[in-house]
């Protein structure tokens, strides 16, 4: 035996034995399977034993000869029966709060001794064990843990017996029957009601952490531990709210997204940029040291190119624990309101974790500080940078990730290294990249087209982000349906998408990022312009050749011309002639202006132009149409007035 161990005791008082190599106490039966496993797993053990206060048992139905007197039944699924000699050798009295934890489930019993033979057995009442999955080997241990009283439970029926709605009767029984009993998140009790018997879990307590315990009790909970965070544990008294999830709430709640990676096409390369991130932020990829990596990702780009379905698709396939944040379902006009409700989420976040906190629109969340800010956005930005730094500086595997459209918005505090420093721009899709988008779509449509048909129309539809081209296949799903009820009344289920459902739809759907300054340009044709061949010729050089046949231009490294200058005499064409090279190329069409350009507040016209220019790049490839450019950017000279001057500041 490669452990020595002596008794406790006289062997006639005592049967418990202890080992003199890793001083644990054990029965003389368990002597020989200690001797060669020691000192023993704390995670996997193979035989009984006590270590540091701790007993190290297997759990076992209770099955009382002799009920305890002046106890009700229903009391023994809250109780833990230990042998007597085991509860003194823990220093647990009888009635003490216990912690049982079996693997990753946890719950909160009352110590009762029992005088089973068995010294080392722990049993629970077979309800209690399949409540809370309390199976196999558990720890049993004298709870020491820090208690918060809780304002509210948050629960849901998880039984086979549910109310259709929670009444005044039903609360009463719920308060009665959990006063001065203790929870975690996640835990799982059952009350009688009228011959059923309910269960519900519990999925969030609200309460006031740390405000119900004085100095004295919080500086005994401190200890050193290996573990990556403790459970909070609630106690609930009579005055305690139970809030009952109905129906719709329940799927709210417990909703998963309905996005998975493979429905995601184009942005493969940011993805597995992404999950490189998330797999050392949620501890599933080993890290260097005790360097903590920033945990914090910002996904930005123009509305609609698919930021939130990526995020959804990211979580779905972790599979783990997520919150998503909205500002309108956090705000409140309540002083302090806010930012309780975005600790109690960072709260449950490392309660729960490994997890993923989701912030849609982080810029209407916490706007950028400046002189016309609120207090309450400043309080609120200050409280999330706060939490930031909670998360950063501990190893809770909880990662943070938020979107948004208006990067500049968001204020540079949270931008920095440490916080939300891992950005990702999801541009706006090429040409390829739309083709894969749109075939992933064409996936959940019955349809007739080929993989030419996919192309021309990816070809098409320069400057959509995913969601255009979701309103494209709606728009051609709708054009089907109203074709096949013109001809036929009745409702075939062999209804096909054609091409030229699409082909319509093309005519009415426009990019999102157009629509502000987007100009209705006539279906101009070459055939309708007369004469000007060479013109023509010149300008599908400089714009539908590099369009289609891009590898000829870089195989020969010619680089297309980016400006084009047309002049002459008033009313021979010019303006035409654009509109039918926007119409045979199928690129979009900016029309500018003098007047819609020009301001008299200094620094508007030269924004005005820095707008539309990004306009054009965020929709490329598109063609920027200067109507009489001489009147916006004239030649400079020493009697150029205001107004040119500005033009001037605005081109140059």
């Known amino acids: 035996m490669t452990s020595k161990a002596k008794?406790?005791?006289?062997?006639?008082?005592?049967?418990?034995?202890?080992?003199?190599t890793c001083q644990s106490i054990l029965t003389q039966k368990d002597v020989t399977v200690h001797g060669t496993n020691c000192p023993p797993n704390l995670k996997t053990w193979n035989h009984d034993f006590i270590y540091s206060g701790i007993l190290y048992s297997t759990m076992e139905t209770y099955n009382p000869l002799e009920q305890p007197k002046n106890i009700h039944v229903r009391t023994f699924d809250d109780m833990a029966f230990i042998s007597q000699s085991a509860l003194q050798l823990c220093e647990i009295a009888i009635g003490d709060y216990v912690l049982v934890t079996a693997g990753d489930n946890k719950a909160?019993?009352?110590a009762w001794p029992t005088k089973d033979k068995s010294l080392t057995s722990v049993s629970l009442t077979k309800h209690a064990i399949e409540l809370n999955n309390l199976r196999g080997h558990?720890?049993?241990?004298?709870?020491?843990?820090?208690?918060?009283?809780?304002?509210?439970?948050?629960?849901?029926?998880?039984?086979?017996?549910?109310?259709?709605?929670?009444?005044?009767?039903?609360?009463?029984?719920?308060?009665?029957?959990?006063?001065?009993?203790?929870?975690?998140?996640?835990?799982?009790?059952?009350?009688?009601?009228?011959?059923?018997?309910?269960?519900?879990?519990?999925?969030?307590?609200?309460?006031?952490?740390?405000?119900?315990?004085?100095?004295?009790?919080?500086?005994?909970?401190?200890?050193?531990?290996?573990e990556v965070h403790e459970p909070k544990f609630y106690k609930a008294l009579y005055?305690?709210?139970?809030?009952?999830?109905s129906e719709e709430q329940e799927k709210k709640h417990c909703k998963r997204s309905k996005f998975k990676i493979q429905d995601v096409g184009g942005y493969d390369n940011v993805i597995q940029n992404i999950?490189?991130?998330?797999?050392?932020?949620?501890?599933?990829?080993?890290?260097?040291?005790?360097?903590?990596?920033?945990?914090?990702?910002?996904?930005?780009?123009?509305?609609?190119?698919?930021?939130?379905?990526?995020?959804?698709?990211?979580?779905?396939e972790y599979d783990i624990n997520s919150i998503t944040i909205y500002s309108t379902d956090i705000y409140s006009k309540s002083l302090g309101e806010t930012e309780r409700k975005l600790q109690d989420i960072f709260v449950e976040a490392k309660t729960k974790a490994p997890s993923i906190i989701l912030i849609e629109e982080i810029d209407s969340l916490c706007p950028k500080r400046s002189t016309s800010s609120t207090d309450h956005e400043r309080r609120v930005l200050s409280q999330l940078i706060t939490l930031f730094d909670d998360i950063q500086n501990a190893n809770d595997n909880v990662v943070i990730l938020a979107t948004t459209s208006k990067l500049d918005l968001v204020d540079s505090s949270l931008r920095r290294p440490g916080r939300i420093d891992k950005e990702?721009?999801?541009?706006?899709?090429?040409?390829?990249?739309?083709?894969?988008?749109?075939?992933?779509?064409?996936?959940?449509?019955?349809?007739?087209?080929?993989?030419?048909?996919?192309?021309?129309?990816?070809?098409?539809?320069?400057?959509?982000?995913?969601?255009?081209?979701?309103?494209?296949?709606?728009?051609?799903?709708?054009?089907?349906?109203?074709?096949?009820?013109?001809?036929?009344?009745?409702?075939?289920?062999?209804?096909?998408?054609?091409?030229?459902?699409?082909?319509?739809?093309?005519?009415?759907t426009k990019p999102s990022a157009m629509k502000e300054v987007l100009v209705e340009v006539p279906n101009v044709r070459w055939s309708d312009i007369g004469g000007q061949r060479d013109l023509k010729l010149k300008l599908k050089q400089a714009v539908e050749w590099p369009l289609r046949h891009p590898e000829a231009f870089l195989r020969m490294g010619i680089t297309p011309p980016k400006g084009v200058l047309m002049f002459g005499p008033p009313g021979c064409s010019k303006t035409m002639i654009a509109k039918a090279l926007a119409t045979e190329s199928k690129v979009n069409f900016l029309n500018i202006k003098g007047p819609e350009l020009f301001s008299k507040w200094v620094g508007e016209s030269e924004k005005a132009v820095r707008e539309v220019f990004r306009k054009a790049r965020q929709v490329s490839p598109s063609i920027v149409f200067i109507d009489e450019i001489d009147a916006l950017g004239s030649e400079r000279s020493s009697s150029s007035s205001g107004g040119s001057t500005s033009s001037s500041r605005s081109f140059g």
């Open 7 to 20: 008794e406790s005791g006289r062997k006639s008082i005592s049967p418990w034995m202890t080992c003199v």
């Open 108 to 110: 909160v019993k009352t």
């Open 138 to 226: 558990v720890k049993i241990e004298k709870f020491n843990f820090c208690v918060n009283v809780a304002k509210e439970f948050v629960i849901r029926s998880v039984g086979k017996h549910t109310l259709q709605e929670a009444t005044m009767e039903l609360d009463i029984i719920i308060k009665n029957h959990n006063e001065q009993k203790v929870f975690t998140i996640g835990n799982k009790f059952s009350v009688p009601f009228y011959g059923k018997t309910l269960i519900y879990n519990i999925v969030k307590v609200v309460s006031d952490d740390y405000k119900n315990n004085n100095l004295s009790d919080q500086l005994k909970q401190l200890k050193m531990t290996d």
């Open 239 to 245: 005055n305690t709210k139970w809030t009952i999830l």
């Open 275 to 316: 999950k490189d991130i998330l797999d050392i932020g949620l501890g599933q990829c080993q890290s260097i040291g005790d360097f903590y990596v920033s945990k914090g990702i910002l996904l930005y780009g123009t509305a609609g190119v698919g930021k939130s379905i990526i995020a959804n698709a990211l979580i779905s």
């Open 424 to 508: 990702f721009e999801i541009y706006v899709p090429t040409y390829s990249m739309r083709a894969e988008i749109f075939k992933k779509m064409l996936l959940k449509i019955p349809n007739n087209l080929s993989s030419e048909d996919i192309q021309d129309i990816a070809f098409a539809t320069h400057g959509f982000v995913g969601a255009d081209l979701y309103g494209l296949c709606s728009q051609a799903i709708l054009n089907a349906v109203k074709c096949h009820q013109k001809i036929n009344t009745s409702f075939d289920l062999s209804l096909k998408v054609t091409v030229s459902n699409f082909e319509h739809a093309l005519t009415v």
